[in-house]
């Protein structure tokens, strides 16, 4: 006889693979854009993380899973991949997974919907800019106006490349969705 909250634990067996797979998903992104664009394109490698976690959003519904993969990828990326950057990675990671969760609770199935997607992904990158500057004035001690100067091409480049990503990650979940649509009615159950 199953329980009433069997299913919806977020660490099932399986969604903890899925969860697995993701990180993996991330940390290659994170690898191929920093081979194909380097640092001269802005917002292009979260776009492409972000992506990956509306995907995964649709695939885990459940709250919190963008923020645990976001944090275990953060804490990996931080250790495998050091930048210059330190924990500041992994705090952006972090605030990125907890946004696109705060976004799913507010407005839900944004991955089936590519428009919403898209401005989920807007969202998220803004968010890691946010936090991205927030923390070089508070560690750095950088002017506020010096950092709003540079905003406006960054925050437009943040949300070209987070609307492109989300909209894309919408599209591939919806295929994903058909072609594999037994499966993810045994998962919600």
Known sequence: MKSENEGKSI????KLSLISLLVAMVLVVRFLTRIVTGPVIPGDGNAARTAVLIIGKGLLPQFGSCTIINFVAGILISILMPSKEGML???KYLTT???LDLLYFVVKDYPRKPVLAGIAG???SLTKLA???ITIHFVLGISWNVLFVGMGLLSLSHSFF???????AALIFIQIEARFKYL???QKT
Do not use: E, K, P
């Open 122 to 124: 807007t969202i998220a």
């Open 11 to 14: 660490f099932r067996l399986s």
């Open 131 to 133: 936090t991205q500057m």
């Open 89 to 91: 990675t992994f705090v």
């Open 162 to 168: 987070g609307f492109i990503f989300g909209y894309g």
């Open 184 to 186: 993810l009615q045994n």
């Open 97 to 99: 997974g907890v946004m």
